[in-house]
């Protein structure tokens, strides 16, 4: 196939993707939860920013590294890649390793964590994504694993007390295929299985999907309490950063309770609560929480984003806005299920190649030189009743 008739932007990439699978896997892939508002909200965010361009500057080169890496983006951990690939997350952590772009590995990966890092030529995934499950003991020795595999920051997700309500999957009946399993927990005797499972095969028996089933499940006890014993554990081995964040006084409560080392800006994808905001609608208050209300340098207290990123102008201005790192969830998946490695490595060239276009066209030659100067917006589309700060 010549270039010219490869995917040539992701949404290329994502209809090839949905088009060359069953319905399961295109609702697990696309699905958000309820009504979709926030997945939607997701999208619609970047498009209350415009971009003004800067005219007469030498573009002739533009330096897109950042922090070492090849590009300020990295893959977001997303679970079960083995629906979209056999070699699943193994295809992922070379093509993480070929561009030189971080990766994340979730704990509901289809690979074992061991496994990645010897697929990536030993090279650890840069976070670790974990649920801190019923069992603390499960969970301990999960991050004991992540810390002699090399894993230097553990990326917990908050977001998910319980599991949003996802019709779709229900509708498609969800099921993890017999060829499949979780790899980081296989042989285990009390295994950690898909809650999004759990609550379809619940349904199919007729019982109700409020009470779990095994003390590894979520757990929606969790508090600032659980992140300190997190820390306890760790002991300074591991950074500590928080996925889940959407406010600014969460935001602040991370910097004075969590003590963390770092916050992703993150609604799950859109797959839980809905009818919350888009993620980059919640940056702007959420940077100058951390910035100016608390004075956190970026090396003091990083804040990452996902959430809707398809096009190297999502990149622009969500860098603009204040977000020191861009990571893309979805995107990845699409890019497995078109073509394995070297899809995930199209996707990443695409992004990279509209990100050099968007920043030579605004007049800017390095990722440190993107800021709010270069956006124009109407004003936020959202305004809090009521604050706390």
């Given at each position: 196939m010549s270039k010219i008739d490869e995917p040539q932007t992701l949404a290329d990439l994502e209809?090839?993707?949905?088009?060359?699978?069953?319905?399961m896997n295109s609702s697990y892939w696309t699905t958000g939860?309820?009504?979709d508002i926030t997945l939607s909200n997701n999208f619609s965010a970047f498009d209350v920013y415009t971009i003004k361009p800067r005219v007469l500057v030498d573009v002739s080169t533009c330096d897109l590294s950042w922090n070492g890496w090849s590009l300020p983006v990295g893959y977001a951990p997303s679970g079960s890649q083995g629906l979209a690939h056999a070699d699943g997350e193994l295809a992922t952590a070379r093509a993480a390793r070929a561009k030189n772009i971080p990766m994340v590995l979730s704990s509901y990966s289809s690979q074992a964590l061991e496994d990645?890092?010897?697929?990536?030529?030993?090279?650890?995934?840069?976070?670790?994504?974990?649920y801190i499950f019923r069992d603390r003991k499960t969970t301990a020795e999960f991050v004991e694993r992540a810390y002699r595999a090399g894993v230097?920051?553990?990326?917990?997700?908050?977001?998910?007390?319980?599991?949003g309500k996802r019709p779709k999957l229900v509708k498609s009946k969800y099921k993890l295929p017999n060829h499949l399993d979780y790899g980081n927990f296989r042989g285990t005797p009390n295994a950690v299985r898909d809650p999004i499972q759990l609550i379809n095969d619940k349904?199919?028996?007729g019982k109700d999907t409020t009470e779990t089933l095994s003390q590894n499940e979520l757990d929606a006890s969790l508090t600032w309490e659980d992140i300190s014993w997190l820390k306890s554990i760790t002991k300074g081995k591991m950074e500590i950063w928080l996925k889940g964040i959407l406010t600014a006084e969460d935001t602040i409560k991370a910097i004075e309770n969590g003590g963390v080392d770092g916050i992703w800006v993150s609604n799950h994808g859109g797959r839980q609560l809905d009818s919350a905001p888009g993620t980059l609608d919640m940056l702007p208050e959420i940077v100058h929480a951390a910035r100016v209300i608390k004075g956190k340098t970026p090396k003091?207290?990083?804040?990452?984003?996902?959430?809707?990123?398809?096009?190297?102008s999502d990149i622009f201005k969500a860098i603009a806005l204040g977000a020191d790192f861009v990571w893309v969830g979805r995107p990845v998946i699409y890019g497995l299920s078109y073509d394995g490695q070297r899809g995930v490595?199209?996707?990443?060239?695409?992004?990279?190649?509209?990100l050099r276009i968007t920043m030579q066209l605004s007049g800017v030659t390095h990722i440190k030189d993107i800021g709010p100067e270069y956006l124009l917006t109407w004003g936020p589309r959202f305004f809090p009743l009521k604050s706390n700060l």
């Open positions: 209809k090839l993707a949905l088009s060359s699978t069953n319905y939860s309820e009504r990645v890092v010897e697929a990536a030529g030993n090279q650890a995934p840069e976070f670790l994504q974990l230097k920051a553990l990326l917990v997700t908050v977001d998910t007390p319980v599991l349904l199919e028996l003091e207290f990083g804040i990452h984003i996902d959430g809707g990123v398809r096009t190297g490595e199209l996707m990443t060239d695409i992004l990279a190649n509209e």
